[in-house]
């Protein structure tokens, strides 16, 4: 099949390429899913040659794809060539109009542009890539939602959302602070088991949303309550969670205090999100999981049609 006759076929492939994953979806005109590919093959961990091999590799694998598109930090100074973000407030046809052609090995690829804002409330500056096109995804499927969008995940996105935009947003490191917290250090040596729901997990989404103290003195406060006996190791990694999620929640209550008004749609792996459906339903705030694989196909599905819409 030639190129011309997969571009009216509609086959084209979408690729979420992060710090750590490499993650391909083939998808038709249509939206639906043709063929998915992933592996742990990160741009952090790749030189200029194996991103050239792995995305060769792709195209041997589905050369009937039309048209590729890459997101995440592939677009990223440590990715294959740094394009510029897309000021916020923004729709998925401003992303899809900045979209940078290059060749990557010898194939060729729409490198997709992330977005930046500076926050209404704090004038704060922040940046995302690879999230948008969950984002989008989502705001294809409801396109009537305005309010907040949270993906959780290493680095946690707070998306605030009018009219098909994204409008601004903050991240919180919680994630990664957890994973390297749990690690190596002081805390590892008190951890033991998965963080799950429940009372401890609620006691720490407590202790972090009152903010009587810092979040360094509450995570320190976690190894005093081990060793004061006050607290089980197999809940520690719950009780840390629940800090960190609870003054993650303190955040997203101070940009937006009408956070509560409507369920908070939550885009990201199940487990994960759980846990913050029961931080949220811990302080009577109800939400829903949103599938981050769904997501992501419905986002590609979308940029393609607006760079296709733009063509004509």
Request: hydrophobic share 45%.
């Amino acid at each position: 099949m030639s190129h011309g006759d997969n571009e009216r076929h509609g086959l084209f492939a979408g690729v979420n390429w992060g710090s750590s994953n490499f993650r391909a979806y083939l998808i038709d005109g249509a939206g639906a899913l043709h063929g998915e590919f992933s592996q742990p093959a990160g741009v952090a961990g790749l030189q200029r040659e194996g991103m050239a091999a792995l995305m060769d590799g792709l195209q041997e694998r589905w050369p009937q794809a039309g048209t590729v598109y890459a997101s995440g930090m592939i677009g990223s100074n440590i990715g294959w060539i740094d394009v510029p973000y897309v000021q916020a407030p923004a729709a998925i046809g401003d992303v899809a109009r900045h979209a940078r052609a290059a060749t990557i090995g010898a194939t060729a690829v729409q490198i997709v542009p992330g977005v930046s804002c500076r926050r209404g409330y704090d004038g704060g500056p922040d940046i995302m890539r690879g999230e948008e096109i969950e984002l989008y995804g989502f705001a294809a499927l409801e396109p009537d939602w305005h309010g907040l969008v949270a993906l959780p995940g290493t680095h946690t996105k707070w998306a605030r959302f009018e009219d098909g935009r994204i409008v601004d947003f903050f991240t919180s490191m919680s994630g990664e602070i957890y994973d390297r917290l749990t690690a190596a250090g002081l805390l590892a040596s008190i951890v033991q088991g998965e963080a799950a729901d429940g009372a401890v997990f609620r006691e720490g989404v407590e202790a972090g949303l009152s903010r009587k103290l810092g979040l360094a003195s509450l995570l320190f406060g976690a190894r005093a309550r081990v060793m004061q006996h006050m607290l089980d190791k197999p809940d520690a990694s719950s009780y840390l969670r629940g800090v960190l999620i609870g003054s993650e929640l303190a955040d997203a209550l101070a940009l937006h205090p009408n956070l509560g008004s409507a369920p908070v749609p939550l885009i990201g792996n199940g487990p994960l999100c759980a846990l913050y459906a029961g931080a949220l339903a811990s302080i009577g705030i109800a939400s829903r999981h949103i599938d981050s694989r769904a997501a992501c196909i419905g986002g590609f599905h979308a940029l393609h049609a607006a760079r296709q819409g733009a063509a004509r």
